[in-house]
Nanobody, 122 residues
Framework: QVHLVESGGGLVQAGGSLRISCAVSGRTFSTTTMGWFRQAPGKEREFVGYISRSSMITNYADSVKGRFTISRDNAKNMVYLQMNSLKPEDTAVYYC???????????????WGQGTQVTVSS
């Protein structure tokens, strides 16, 4: 059974940084594209970014480009989202997700974590 577990969320002031993590088990991590999505209250889930299985390819939403960085450690089955220069509009529940192939569409991701709350105060 596939499990994705996010951790590291919390409260941070605007302009600050936070790193959230996602531990993956139950699937071949080294062949899996990992994505990050977020959902703010009253809004639809939106794409944040993804990283390819070899870390060679990353793709980010325009709203986070230059501020957020996704990395992964295939030896540890972990993926990370480093968030810098955080803004109040980054407040959301952040989800990691797994799929084969590349893409930003949430419906193409097979497995999801339970989410971790990130709150940015102004």
């Amino acid at each position: 059974q596939v499990h994705l577990v996010e951790s590291g969320g919390g409260l941070v002031q605007a302009g600050g940084s936070l790193r959230i993590s996602c531990a993956v088990s139950g699937r071949t991590f080294s062949t899996t594209t990992m994505g990050w999505f977020r959902q703010a209250p009253g809004k639809e889930r939106e794409f944040v970014g993804y990283i390819s299985r070899s870390s060679m390819i990353t793709n980010y939403a325009d709203s986070v480009k230059g501020r957020f960085t996704i990395s992964r450690d295939n030896a540890k089955n972990m993926v990370y989202l480093q968030m810098n220069s955080l803004k109040p509009e980054d407040t959301a529940v952040y989800y990691c997700a797994a799929r084969t192939g590349l893409g930003a569409r949430a419906s193409d991701y097979d497995n999801w974590g339970q989410g971790t709350q990130v709150t940015v105060s102004s």
